[in-house]
């Protein structure tokens, strides 16, 4: 029973200091790109910008909540927006806003609603929303036109594609294994019954992982191309600049 509980605490504490640490690094990323790659974000003075980031956070941490079934992933993979307002907030204001509004995102959803995942479907939602925000917001800053929002937005969903399928093999399935107590073999089950095809962690990650964040990167980088401008125009009327073609 204690070697249990011991076990337990330590992959717990194990996996506290493995969000600390990504976060630490995401956001110095961001900075980093932000100081010396991003030429062109409004000017937004402190509190302006502080509400704005507040704004869209709250209103990704809502669109958590509404989460889709996906008939070709199992239940544990289920798709939701929030990514939009996420996306939308690191165009306006810039990289850094965009890891700072993904964190808080997620805040907001485990007051609303906890986790149902030991907090690693709540962690990866994050890391891999970053790597879908981070490469998007800094090749469009550094140079604001229509055609770099596009290129933008298809580096975002590759690198979140790629990324967020290695991430899932190597560590957020085998932690989640570890953390709620499911063997590998019972995940990687849950997928057989959707997908014949799926009969071990590779091919639960080539046939459920890979065209679920192709799926989410595409609908999120269509929305938010059809809602930028008109919200731009509204929410940065004094400091608005229009966007080269």
């Known amino acids: 029973m204690l070697n249990n509980?011991?076990?337990?605490?330590?992959?717990?504490?194990?996996?506290?200091?493995?969000?600390?640490?990504?976060?630490?690094?995401?956001?110095?990323?961001?900075w980093l790109a932000q100081k010396y790659l991003c030429r062109?974000?409004?000017?937004?003075?402190?509190?302006?910008?502080?509400?704005?980031?507040?704004?869209?956070?709250?209103?990704?941490?809502?669109?958590?909540l509404f989460?889709?079934?996906?008939?070709f992933?199992?239940?544990?993979?289920?798709?939701?927006?929030?990514?939009?307002?996420?996306?939308?907030?690191?165009?306006?204001?810039?990289?850094?806003?965009?890891?700072?509004?993904?964190?808080?995102?997620?805040?907001?959803?485990l007051i609303l609603k906890s986790t149902s995942t030991a907090f690693v479907g709540d962690f990866a939602n994050f890391v891999i929303g970053c790597s879908f925000v981070l490469p998007a917001s800094i090749i469009y800053h550094a140079k604001k036109t229509k055609k770099t929002a596009i290129i933008g937005?298809?580096?975002?969903?590759g690198v979140m594609t790629v990324f967020g399928s290695l991430f899932n093999a190597v560590y957020l399935l085998p932690t989640f294994s570890a953390l709620y107590g499911l063997p590998l073999e019972a995940l990687v089950?849950?997928?057989?019954?959707?997908?014949?095809?799926?009969?071990?962690?590779?091919?639960?990650v080539l046939f459920a992982v890979v065209p679920f964040n192709l799926l989410k990167g595409v609908i999120v980088s269509v929305v938010t191309f059809l809602l930028y401008k008109r919200l731009e125009s509204v929410l940065f009327r004094k400091h608005h600049t229009k966007i080269k073609t």
Do not use: H
């Not at 509980?5 to 110095?28: G, N, T, W």
């Not at 937005?153 to 969903?157: E, K, N, P, R």
């Open 189 to 204: 089950g849950m997928g057989t019954s959707v997908n014949g095809a799926i009969n071990s962690v590779s091919t639960l």
């Open 67 to 71: 989460e889709i079934p996906l008939f």
């Open 73 to 109: 992933a199992p239940s544990f993979y289920q798709m939701d927006l929030s990514e939009i307002p996420v996306l939308l907030c690191s165009f306006y204001l810039g990289p850094v806003s965009g890891v700072i509004c993904e964190f808080v995102k997620i805040l907001i959803k």
């Open 153 to 157: 937005m298809a580096a975002g969903t």
């Open 40 to 64: 062109s974000l409004p000017k937004c003075g402190g509190t302006r910008y502080v509400a704005l980031v507040a704004m869209f956070s709250a209103l990704a941490g809502v669109l958590m």
């Open 5 to 30: 509980l011991f076990s337990a605490a330590k992959d717990s504490l194990s996996f506290l200091l493995v969000c600390v640490a990504i976060f630490a690094a995401l956001v110095l990323i961001a």
